[in-house]
């Protein structure tokens, strides 16, 4: 069953990332590095930053164990659903009333007629992240059964859409192109809530959650508080890239202009190997492992960690060797052409090789942070993720002046070796060299 999730998302991960990177490239050549690809970056930043935390497993993480033990399932997920919803669509609206504080604060580097271009912009992007996390939950709802194939294949969905949108633009100024590209970040949301709602339909999820709606308020009984703990724990805890990036994002409106998107084609390609392997092989292990250390099967755990270890290792291990050395023909294959020059290749390509030095700890950290889930121990995964977030947040500040973009790019990778250490040093160095560096 791991081996067949594993491959399911690797090969769902693998065709949304060639749409993604198609996507970027004509991204790339259509509006190339400048102010409105900085625009356009900084106003998708923020709902693809909780896009990613969701798809890469917080909300599933916290879900599933707490539905699994739920009585009322139904009414449990309805609950669930019913609140988070109501909040990110008033989320939304108080987003789209105060777009223009709410772009200062995501680009406080952007001057005054920079953020009246960006902040209509920043309105309509942040409806995606209501329409992610419907996508989210029946995404969850969908694993418990262990269908996993609907979630790893739709985020092509967004990637086609914004396809479409480019193609459709193109031709028309930067600005124009920067709303057609918007409009198809929402297109790819709704595709991605229809393709769900018809694998719920196909498993029969819906009858019991659509029935459950009606009532649901009758029930008063079923304790969330347990749920939203361990939810917003493991949210720190998985997600100290993506909020890393995030800040570089931040703190390189400051820079040159075209700095932000040099950030946003070098993560994106980062993202390919991590996303392809790491974050592939831990959601089709998590429920496994789980599994065996509720049944108190420790051994049966180490077993699966310590093999996931070395294929992953081995894996990540050639991905950072290809990608650190050929990094400028990467970059120039995929994105030198249009309006993307060759001095955006050079820059691009060294922020490039700074992220890509940090792809084995990242990665091997997402399995072992499994262990912590498993135990219950969010909270610990949690404190570990906030220590390696503010030593990276220091080193940004270090690195920025001297470096620019690719000192932001190097402080993640240094916050990510220190969250490693961290994680590793809570399993225990001990367990971690008899069991599994010992073969």
């Known amino acids: 069953m791991i081996i067949k999730a594993f491959f399911t998302n690797s090969f769902g991960i693998l065709v949304s990332r060639i749409l993604g990177f198609i996507r970027d490239l004509l991204t790339a050549s259509i509006l190339g590095a400048n102010i409105y690809s900085d625009i356009f970056f900084v106003a998708f930043k923020l709902p693809n930053l909780f896009r990613t935390i969701f ?11 707490a539905y699994a033990r739920a009585n009322k399932k139904a009414r449990f997920a309805t609950i669930i659903f019913v609140n988070f919803i109501g909040f990110l669509i008033l989320l939304s609206i108080l987003v789209t009333l105060f777009s223009a504080l709410v772009t200062k604060m995501i680009a406080i580097g952007f001057d005054n007629e920079t953020i009246d271009l960006a902040a209509p912009l920043v309105a309509i992007n942040f409806y995606y992240l209501p329409l992610i996390f419907i996508v989210t939950f029946m995404g969850a709802l969908l694993q418990y059964k262990n269908h996993f194939a609907t979630t790893a294949f739709s985020t092509a969905l967004l990637s086609i859409a914004m396809i479409v949108s480019l193609l459709m633009a193109r031709g028309l100024e930067q600005y124009e192109i920067v709303y057609y590209l918007s409009y198809g970040v929402i297109s790819g949301g709704v595709l991605q809530v229809i393709a769900h709602i018809i694998a719920l339909r196909q498993k029969r999820l819906d009858k019991n959650f659509i029935l459950d709606v009606k009532k649901w308020k009758t029930n008063t009984q079923i304790k969330t508080k347990e749920f939203y703990n361990k939810f917003f724990h493991s949210t720190l805890g998985s997600s100290t890239a993506q909020i890393s990036a995030f800040i570089d994002t931040w703190l390189a409106s400051f820079l040159v202009n075209g700095s932000i998107s040099y950030l946003y084609y070098a993560n994106r390609l980062f993202q390919l190997p991590l996303a392809l392997f790491a974050i592939a092989l831990s959601v089709a292990l998590f ?112 690195l920025i002046v001297p470096f620019g973009a690719f000192g932001l790019a190097l402080s993640s990778t240094l916050g990510g070796f220190i969250l490693l250490y961290l994680t590793i040093k809570e399993f225990g160095f001990r367990l971690f060299w008899q069991r599994i560096i010992k073969i």
């Open 55 to 65: 798809a890469e497993g917080a909300f599933t993480q916290a879900f599933i164990p």
């Open 287 to 398: 429920p496994s492992i789980a599994r065996a250390i509720k049944n108190d099967n420790q051994e049966s755990a180490i077993i699966m960690l310590r093999k996931s270890f070395w294929i992953l290792l081995g894996l990540l291990g050639v991905a950072t060797l290809i990608g650190s050395v050929f990094a400028h023909e990467i970059v120039w294959l995929l994105f030198e052409r249009g309006a993307f020059t060759s001095e955006d290749t050079k820059n691009t390509a060294l922020v490039l090789i700074a992220y890509m030095i940090g792809l084995i700890p990242f990665g091997l950290n997402k399995i072992f942070a499994l262990w912590l889930y498993a135990h219950q121990k969010q909270l610990n995964a949690a404190k570990i993720s906030a220590k390696s977030l503010i030593a990276s947040i220091t080193f940004s500040l270090i």
